[in-house]
Protein backbone atom coordinates (compact mmCIF):
# COMPACT_ATOMS: atom_id res chain seq x y z
CA UNK A 1 0.00 0.00 0.00
CA UNK A 2 2.96 2.29 0.96
CA UNK A 3 4.10 1.70 -2.71
CA UNK A 4 1.24 2.54 -4.23
CA UNK A 5 0.91 6.06 -2.61
CA UNK A 6 4.47 6.60 -3.08
CA UNK A 7 3.79 6.09 -6.61
CA UNK A 8 0.68 8.40 -6.95
CA UNK A 9 2.15 11.23 -5.62
CA UNK A 10 5.00 10.80 -7.63
CA UNK A 11 2.96 10.45 -10.70
CA UNK A 12 0.84 14.03 -9.11
CA UNK A 13 4.28 15.43 -9.35
CA UNK A 14 5.25 15.03 -13.54
CA UNK A 15 1.66 15.95 -14.07
CA UNK A 16 1.56 19.13 -11.92
CA UNK A 17 5.33 19.39 -13.64
CA UNK A 18 4.88 18.44 -16.75
CA UNK A 19 1.44 17.95 -18.50
CA UNK A 20 2.36 16.60 -21.91
CA UNK A 21 3.23 13.34 -23.72
CA UNK A 22 2.47 11.38 -20.59
CA UNK A 23 1.00 7.41 -20.02
CA UNK A 24 -2.36 7.88 -18.96
CA UNK A 25 -3.14 4.04 -18.27
CA UNK A 26 -3.51 2.30 -15.29
CA UNK A 27 -2.88 -0.90 -16.65
CA UNK A 28 0.45 -2.20 -16.00
CA UNK A 29 1.24 -4.80 -19.32
CA UNK A 30 4.26 -7.30 -19.70
CA UNK A 31 7.05 -5.31 -21.19
CA UNK A 32 7.03 -7.01 -24.88
CA UNK A 33 3.53 -5.05 -25.05
CA UNK A 34 5.72 -2.07 -26.03
CA UNK A 35 6.50 -3.74 -29.45
CA UNK A 36 3.35 -1.72 -30.33
CA UNK A 37 4.88 1.47 -29.42
CA UNK A 38 8.20 0.43 -31.71
CA UNK A 39 5.89 0.27 -34.82
CA UNK A 40 4.28 3.43 -34.33
CA UNK A 41 7.32 4.78 -34.30
CA UNK A 42 8.33 3.12 -37.03
CA UNK A 43 5.13 4.70 -39.18
CA UNK A 44 6.29 8.27 -37.88
CA UNK A 45 9.89 7.81 -38.49
CA UNK A 46 8.78 7.32 -42.12
CA UNK A 47 6.19 9.63 -42.71
CA UNK A 48 8.67 12.31 -41.05
CA UNK A 49 11.30 11.11 -43.84
CA UNK A 50 8.91 10.74 -46.25
CA UNK A 51 7.26 14.55 -45.91
CA UNK A 52 10.62 16.05 -45.42
CA UNK A 53 9.58 17.46 -42.47
CA UNK A 54 13.20 16.61 -41.04
CA UNK A 55 14.76 18.72 -43.65
CA UNK A 56 16.46 21.75 -42.74
CA UNK A 57 16.06 23.13 -46.07
CA UNK A 58 12.18 22.63 -45.31
CA UNK A 59 12.28 24.41 -42.26
CA UNK A 60 14.16 27.51 -43.84
CA UNK A 61 11.73 27.72 -46.53
CA UNK A 62 8.61 27.58 -43.41
CA UNK A 63 10.60 30.45 -41.14
CA UNK A 64 10.95 32.46 -44.78
CA UNK A 65 7.55 32.23 -45.99
CA UNK A 66 8.74 30.50 -48.92
CA UNK A 67 7.07 27.39 -49.10
CA UNK A 68 2.72 26.23 -48.15
CA UNK A 69 4.46 22.60 -47.75
CA UNK A 70 5.10 22.70 -44.03
CA UNK A 71 2.12 24.37 -43.29
CA UNK A 72 0.01 22.20 -44.91
CA UNK A 73 1.43 19.56 -42.88
CA UNK A 74 1.12 20.79 -39.81
CA UNK A 75 -2.32 22.44 -40.62
CA UNK A 76 -3.93 19.37 -41.95
CA UNK A 77 -1.81 17.34 -39.15
CA UNK A 78 -3.66 19.65 -36.26
CA UNK A 79 -7.44 19.29 -38.36
CA UNK A 80 -7.08 15.35 -38.50
CA UNK A 81 -5.88 14.92 -34.47
CA UNK A 82 -9.15 17.44 -33.57
CA UNK A 83 -11.20 15.46 -35.26
CA UNK A 84 -9.84 12.18 -34.29
CA UNK A 85 -9.62 13.47 -30.49
CA UNK A 86 -13.36 15.05 -31.02
CA UNK A 87 -14.69 11.97 -32.43
CA UNK A 88 -12.99 9.79 -29.65
CA UNK A 89 -14.34 11.97 -26.95
CA UNK A 90 -18.40 11.85 -28.86
CA UNK A 91 -17.97 8.50 -29.25
CA UNK A 92 -16.90 7.35 -25.40
CA UNK A 93 -14.58 4.69 -27.59
CA UNK A 94 -12.01 2.59 -25.59
CA UNK A 95 -8.43 1.80 -26.12
CA UNK A 96 -8.00 -1.59 -27.60
CA UNK A 97 -7.50 -3.06 -23.62
CA UNK A 98 -11.14 -1.47 -23.01
CA UNK A 99 -9.70 1.58 -21.40
CA UNK A 100 -11.28 4.72 -21.05
CA UNK A 101 -9.41 7.19 -23.16
CA UNK A 102 -7.81 10.31 -20.89
CA UNK A 103 -7.38 13.55 -21.60
CA UNK A 104 -5.85 16.25 -19.45
CA UNK A 105 -5.84 19.79 -19.63
CA UNK A 106 -2.51 21.42 -20.01
CA UNK A 107 -2.16 24.74 -17.64
CA UNK A 108 -1.02 27.64 -18.76
CA UNK A 109 2.64 28.90 -17.56
CA UNK A 110 4.76 31.86 -18.57
CA UNK A 111 7.10 28.80 -19.55
CA UNK A 112 5.04 28.40 -23.07
CA UNK A 113 6.52 31.72 -23.82
CA UNK A 114 10.35 31.97 -22.51
CA UNK A 115 10.90 28.33 -23.64
CA UNK A 116 8.53 28.21 -26.89
CA UNK A 117 10.87 31.57 -27.97
CA UNK A 118 14.04 29.50 -26.79
CA UNK A 119 12.80 26.21 -28.26
CA UNK A 120 11.93 28.40 -31.64
CA UNK A 121 15.87 29.52 -31.92
CA UNK A 122 16.96 25.74 -31.40
CA UNK A 123 14.44 25.07 -34.58
CA UNK A 124 15.41 27.27 -36.77
CA UNK A 125 19.68 26.27 -36.13
CA UNK A 126 19.27 22.34 -36.24
CA UNK A 127 16.47 22.53 -38.81
CA UNK A 128 14.98 19.41 -36.45
CA UNK A 129 12.68 19.37 -33.49
CA UNK A 130 13.26 16.53 -30.98
CA UNK A 131 11.35 13.83 -33.39
CA UNK A 132 13.10 14.87 -36.50
CA UNK A 133 16.51 14.30 -34.10
CA UNK A 134 15.53 11.03 -33.86
CA UNK A 135 14.83 10.28 -37.69
CA UNK A 136 17.63 12.49 -38.48
CA UNK A 137 20.10 10.04 -36.98
CA UNK A 138 18.08 6.85 -38.45
CA UNK A 139 18.56 8.67 -42.19
CA UNK A 140 22.16 8.19 -41.73
CA UNK A 141 23.19 11.69 -40.40
CA UNK A 142 25.04 10.64 -37.28
CA UNK A 143 26.32 13.51 -36.24
CA UNK A 144 23.29 14.64 -35.31
CA UNK A 145 23.77 12.01 -32.33
CA UNK A 146 25.73 15.47 -30.94
CA UNK A 147 22.58 17.53 -31.42
CA UNK A 148 20.85 15.05 -29.59
CA UNK A 149 22.80 14.54 -26.86
CA UNK A 150 22.98 18.21 -26.52
CA UNK A 151 19.22 18.40 -26.32
CA UNK A 152 19.45 16.31 -23.13
CA UNK A 153 21.84 18.40 -21.74
CA UNK A 154 19.21 21.45 -22.27
CA UNK A 155 16.74 19.39 -20.61
CA UNK A 156 19.43 18.25 -17.38
CA UNK A 157 19.93 21.98 -16.84
CA UNK A 158 16.00 22.81 -17.19
CA UNK A 159 15.93 20.43 -14.60
CA UNK A 160 18.46 21.83 -12.53
CA UNK A 161 17.44 25.33 -13.15
CA UNK A 162 13.82 24.83 -12.72
CA UNK A 163 13.09 26.43 -9.57
CA UNK A 164 14.66 29.82 -10.13
CA UNK A 165 12.99 30.36 -13.30
CA UNK A 166 9.66 32.15 -13.78
CA UNK A 167 6.85 30.13 -14.77
CA UNK B 1 6.84 10.28 -54.87
CA UNK B 2 9.21 13.06 -53.51
CA UNK B 3 8.29 14.42 -50.75
CA UNK B 4 4.65 12.92 -50.08
CA UNK B 5 2.08 15.85 -50.46
CA UNK B 6 1.37 17.83 -47.46
CA UNK B 7 -2.04 16.49 -48.03
CA UNK B 8 -0.93 12.88 -47.62
CA UNK B 9 1.77 13.22 -44.87
CA UNK B 10 -0.14 15.89 -42.47
CA UNK B 11 -3.63 13.80 -41.68
CA UNK B 12 -0.98 10.44 -41.90
CA UNK B 13 0.55 12.86 -38.76
CA UNK B 14 -2.49 13.34 -37.34
CA UNK B 15 -3.42 10.23 -37.07
CA UNK B 16 -0.45 8.92 -34.64
CA UNK B 17 -2.76 10.83 -32.50
CA UNK B 18 -5.34 8.62 -32.14
CA UNK B 19 -3.53 5.67 -32.58
CA UNK B 20 -1.59 6.42 -29.34
CA UNK B 21 -4.45 7.16 -27.62
CA UNK B 22 -6.45 3.81 -28.81
CA UNK B 23 -3.34 1.90 -28.09
CA UNK B 24 -2.87 2.48 -24.60
CA UNK B 25 -3.80 5.57 -23.68
CA UNK B 26 -0.82 7.26 -24.42
CA UNK B 27 -0.99 11.13 -25.34
CA UNK B 28 1.67 11.51 -28.53
CA UNK B 29 4.74 13.59 -27.63
CA UNK B 30 8.74 13.54 -28.27
CA UNK B 31 10.10 15.57 -26.22
CA UNK B 32 9.83 13.70 -23.25
CA UNK B 33 11.41 11.37 -23.93
CA UNK B 34 14.67 13.59 -23.51
CA UNK B 35 13.44 14.12 -19.79
CA UNK B 36 13.51 10.32 -19.30
CA UNK B 37 16.83 9.88 -21.07
CA UNK B 38 17.81 12.65 -17.82
CA UNK B 39 15.74 10.78 -15.31
CA UNK B 40 17.04 7.11 -16.30
CA UNK B 41 20.92 8.29 -16.59
CA UNK B 42 21.78 11.59 -14.54
CA UNK B 43 19.30 12.44 -12.15
CA UNK B 44 21.51 12.98 -9.63
CA UNK B 45 18.93 14.04 -6.98
CA UNK B 46 17.24 16.85 -9.28
CA UNK B 47 13.52 16.44 -7.92
CA UNK B 48 11.79 16.76 -11.75
CA UNK B 49 14.10 13.82 -12.15
CA UNK B 50 12.89 11.73 -9.77
CA UNK B 51 10.06 10.09 -10.79
CA UNK B 52 9.29 6.43 -12.03
CA UNK B 53 10.45 7.16 -15.76
CA UNK B 54 10.34 3.12 -16.06
CA UNK B 55 6.40 3.57 -16.75
CA UNK B 56 7.27 5.79 -19.31
CA UNK B 57 9.06 3.10 -21.44
CA UNK B 58 6.45 3.28 -23.82
CA UNK B 59 8.26 6.79 -25.01
CA UNK B 60 11.57 5.62 -25.43
CA UNK B 61 10.45 2.56 -27.16
CA UNK B 62 8.57 4.88 -29.48
CA UNK B 63 11.74 7.26 -30.12
CA UNK B 64 13.55 4.26 -31.16
CA UNK B 65 10.77 3.22 -33.46
CA UNK B 66 11.28 7.14 -35.27
CA UNK B 67 14.95 6.37 -35.75
CA UNK B 68 14.23 2.91 -37.07
CA UNK B 69 11.53 3.93 -39.52
CA UNK B 70 13.94 6.87 -40.56
CA UNK B 71 16.78 4.15 -41.35
CA UNK B 72 13.65 2.06 -43.68
CA UNK B 73 12.39 5.00 -44.90
CA UNK B 74 16.09 6.21 -46.58
CA UNK B 75 16.74 2.35 -47.11
CA UNK B 76 14.31 1.19 -49.18
CA UNK B 77 11.61 4.23 -49.89
CA UNK B 78 13.54 6.68 -51.10
CA UNK B 79 14.51 7.59 -54.61
CA UNK B 80 17.71 9.48 -53.63
CA UNK B 81 16.43 12.48 -55.61
CA UNK B 82 17.87 15.87 -54.23
CA UNK B 83 15.09 17.86 -52.22
CA UNK B 84 13.19 20.38 -54.46
CA UNK B 85 13.27 23.80 -52.11
CA UNK B 86 12.12 27.28 -53.42
CA UNK B 87 14.39 28.46 -55.97
CA UNK B 88 14.63 31.98 -53.93
CA UNK B 89 16.00 29.86 -50.70
CA UNK B 90 18.52 28.05 -53.39
CA UNK B 91 19.68 31.51 -54.57
CA UNK B 92 20.07 32.64 -50.62
CA UNK B 93 21.95 29.51 -49.27
CA UNK B 94 24.37 29.59 -52.93
CA UNK B 95 25.51 32.78 -51.46
CA UNK B 96 26.85 31.09 -48.32
CA UNK B 97 28.61 28.16 -50.29
CA UNK B 98 25.81 26.06 -49.49
CA UNK B 99 24.84 23.97 -52.74
CA UNK B 100 24.17 20.05 -51.54
CA UNK B 101 21.20 19.36 -51.93
CA UNK B 102 21.54 15.10 -51.62
CA UNK B 103 20.57 14.36 -48.33
CA UNK B 104 17.92 16.19 -45.65
CA UNK B 105 20.61 18.18 -43.55
CA UNK B 106 22.83 20.08 -45.63
CA UNK B 107 25.99 18.51 -46.14
CA UNK B 108 27.91 21.88 -46.06
CA UNK B 109 27.04 22.34 -42.69
CA UNK B 110 26.07 18.80 -40.63
CA UNK B 111 29.20 17.40 -40.65
CA UNK B 112 31.89 16.01 -38.07
CA UNK B 113 34.81 18.42 -39.26
CA UNK B 114 31.73 21.32 -39.37
CA UNK B 115 31.08 20.20 -35.58
CA UNK B 116 34.45 21.79 -34.65
CA UNK B 117 34.17 25.03 -36.19
CA UNK B 118 32.14 27.69 -34.61
CA UNK B 119 29.43 28.17 -37.39
CA UNK B 120 28.80 24.30 -36.67
CA UNK B 121 29.30 24.33 -33.09
CA UNK B 122 26.52 27.40 -33.11
CA UNK B 123 23.80 24.89 -35.53
CA UNK B 124 24.62 21.42 -33.80
CA UNK B 125 25.31 21.98 -30.04
CA UNK B 126 23.96 25.63 -29.24
CA UNK B 127 20.90 24.20 -31.38
CA UNK B 128 20.30 21.54 -29.71
CA UNK B 129 21.10 22.87 -26.52
CA UNK B 130 17.96 24.99 -27.01
CA UNK B 131 15.80 22.48 -28.73
CA UNK B 132 16.12 20.48 -24.98
CA UNK B 133 15.76 23.33 -23.23
CA UNK B 134 13.23 25.12 -24.51
CA UNK B 135 11.08 22.33 -25.36
CA UNK B 136 10.84 21.12 -21.23
CA UNK B 137 10.58 24.76 -20.33
CA UNK B 138 7.38 25.18 -22.45
CA UNK B 139 6.25 21.62 -21.54
CA UNK B 140 5.91 19.95 -25.21
CA UNK B 141 7.77 20.84 -28.67
CA UNK B 142 5.68 20.56 -31.80
CA UNK B 143 4.24 17.30 -31.57
CA UNK B 144 3.50 17.58 -27.82
CA UNK B 145 1.76 21.05 -27.97
CA UNK B 146 1.52 21.74 -31.48
CA UNK B 147 -0.13 18.65 -32.63
CA UNK B 148 -1.39 16.60 -29.95
CA UNK B 149 -2.25 20.09 -27.53
CA UNK B 150 -3.73 21.73 -30.44
CA UNK B 151 -6.15 18.54 -30.86
CA UNK B 152 -7.22 18.92 -27.36
CA UNK B 153 -8.25 22.62 -28.20
CA UNK B 154 -5.80 23.55 -25.45
CA UNK B 155 -5.20 27.26 -25.68
CA UNK B 156 -1.88 27.05 -23.70
CA UNK B 157 -0.28 24.88 -26.57
CA UNK B 158 -1.69 27.67 -29.21
CA UNK B 159 0.19 29.80 -26.64
CA UNK B 160 3.04 27.52 -27.43
CA UNK B 161 2.82 26.91 -30.98
CA UNK B 162 3.58 30.83 -31.52
CA UNK B 163 6.23 31.58 -29.68
CA UNK B 164 7.69 28.46 -31.19
CA UNK B 165 7.14 29.95 -34.89
CA UNK B 166 8.04 33.43 -33.64
CA UNK B 167 11.49 32.13 -31.99
CA UNK B 168 12.06 30.13 -35.60
CA UNK B 169 11.00 33.31 -37.39
CA UNK B 170 13.70 35.96 -35.75
CA UNK B 171 16.97 33.36 -35.80
CA UNK B 172 16.35 32.11 -39.44
CA UNK B 173 15.58 35.63 -40.51
CA UNK B 174 17.97 38.09 -38.61
CA UNK B 175 19.78 35.92 -36.59
CA UNK B 176 21.02 32.96 -39.24
CA UNK B 177 22.55 35.33 -41.91
CA UNK B 178 25.37 36.30 -39.57
CA UNK B 179 26.25 32.83 -38.56
CA UNK B 180 26.01 31.22 -42.30
CA UNK B 181 28.93 33.94 -42.08
CA UNK B 182 30.95 32.80 -39.83
Known amino acids: MQQTAQETNTDFEVRSLDTVCLNESQLVHPAWYNIKYLIAGVLFGIILVKAQVISWFRIQEMFRLQSFHMYGVIGSAVVTGMIAVYIIKKTGVKTIHGEKVDLHPKPFSKGQIYGGLIFGFGWALTGACPGPLFALIGSGATVILVSLFSAVAGTWVYGLLRPKLPH | ?182
Open chain 2, 1 to 182: MEPWPWYVSGPLIGLMVPLLLLLGNKTFGISSSLRHICAACFPVGISFFNYNWRKEIWNLVFVAGVAAGAWIAVQFLSSGAPVQVSPKLVQELSGYGINDYSSQTPKDLFNWTTLLSLKGFVLMVVGGFCVGFGTRYAGGCTSGHSIMGLSNLQWPSLVATICFMAGGFIVANLVLPFILKL
